[in-house]
């Protein structure tokens, strides 16, 4: 990404905050059940706060967690709608500890799958062009297994269905910053830069469709990362500036926001693919 590390701490909330207003409406997007700050090392802490695994180390043990609720409906893929009748069944449910640079956010689906579906993501964020080979610190056995991905916000494809013009950051010019448009080669040419690495572990144990599950999950996350990332890059010059007081501001008035906007309107944004 084309900023710092402690700027995409604020681009990235502020980011999250309006992505969920365009994709809430109508009975569908998000609910925010929780947010505020937690602490490992204080034996007060809600015990419902408290991480099912450790976080990395010992290093990141403060921050803010987070528990929303993804009404999807319409969005998921139909291999797994086809199966439910009941929708809110498929709800999806997503815990976040993010204890910044690092964070954990672990999904689930506990009213259908149980403990047969979740996702790990771990975030780690780096002030470097991605040039770290083993950011989450990996042992061999897991190493071996990992597969790379490398998301170009600028030059990797996206489907026409998701493309606008606004959100395009080799056409796009921050008028605060000066950053802007991204050129073929940007990652190596341009200060500052950062990466986000995001080591994503799925689980799925029906085995009868797991393998088909399993790609749909990570084709999904890349598409997820790849927009998502696009957006936070060309709306710099709305959160360039604030500070994470505002975003704390803009984090409870976006809940009440959400909401009022679930129980009505129509959402905004586009289906799951099938």
């Known amino acids: 990404m084309p900023m710092t590390v402690a700027?995409?701490?604020?681009?990235?909330?502020w980011s999250?905050?309006?992505?969920?207003?365009?994709?809430?409406?109508?009975?569908?997007?998000?609910?925010?059940?929780?947010?505020?700050?937690?602490?490992?090392n204080n034996p007060d802490m809600k015990p419902e706060m408290k991480p099912k695994n450790i976080l990395l180390d010992d290093t990141y043990t403060k921050g803010q967690y987070t528990y929303k609720i993804y009404h999807l409906k319409s969005r998921l893929p139909r291999i797994i709608?086809?199966?439910?009748?009941?929708?809110?069944?498929?709800?999806?449910?997503?815990?976040?500890?993010?204890?910044?640079p690092y964070c954990r956010t672990i999904i689930t689906n506990p009213h259908y799958m149980k403990d047969g579906f979740s996702i790990k993501i771990e975030s780690l964020h780096l002030n470097d062009n991605g040039n770290t080979e083993n950011a989450h610190n990996l042992p061999p056995e897991l190493l071996a297994k990992?597969?790379?991905?490398?998301?170009?916000?600028?030059n990797?494809?996206?489907?026409?269905?998701?493309?606008?013009?606004?959100?395009d950051p080799s056409k796009f010019h921050s008028e605060k910053t000066g950053r802007g448009p991204l050129g073929e080669d940007w990652i190596n040419n341009t200060t500052p830069?950062?990466?986000c690495y995001k080591l994503v572990t799925g689980n799925f144990v029906w085995k009868f469709i797991g393998d088909s599950v399993e790609n749909i999950i990570m084709n999904q996350e890349k598409k997820i990362f790849t927009n998502f990332h696009r957006?936070?890059?060309?709306?710099?010059?709305?959160?360039?500036?604030?500070?994470?007081?505002?975003?704390?501001?803009?984090?409870?008035?976006?809940?009440?926001?959400?909401?009022?906007?679930?129980?009505?309107?129509?959402?905004r944004g586009t289906k799951a693919d099938d």
């Open 7 to 13: 700027e995409y701490q604020v681009a990235q909330l």
């Open 16 to 40: 999250v905050a309006e992505a969920s207003k365009n994709e809430t409406g109508g009975g569908e997007g998000v609910e925010v059940l929780n947010n505020e700050p937690f602490d490992l």
């Open 81 to 100: 709608s086809a199966m439910v009748k009941d929708e809110r069944k498929l709800d999806i449910y997503e815990e976040a500890w993010n204890a910044f």
């Open 146 to 154: 990992r597969k790379v991905v490398t998301i170009d916000i600028a």
């Open 156 to 167: 990797d494809p996206v489907r026409s269905v998701d493309y606008k013009e606004e959100w």
């Open 193 to 195: 830069v950062m990466t």
């Open 231 to 267: 957006q936070v890059f060309c709306w710099t010059d709305n959160w360039s500036g604030l500070t994470m007081d505002d975003i704390r501001r803009i984090e409870d008035k976006t809940k009440e926001e959400l909401d009022k906007q679930i129980t009505s309107g129509e959402i």
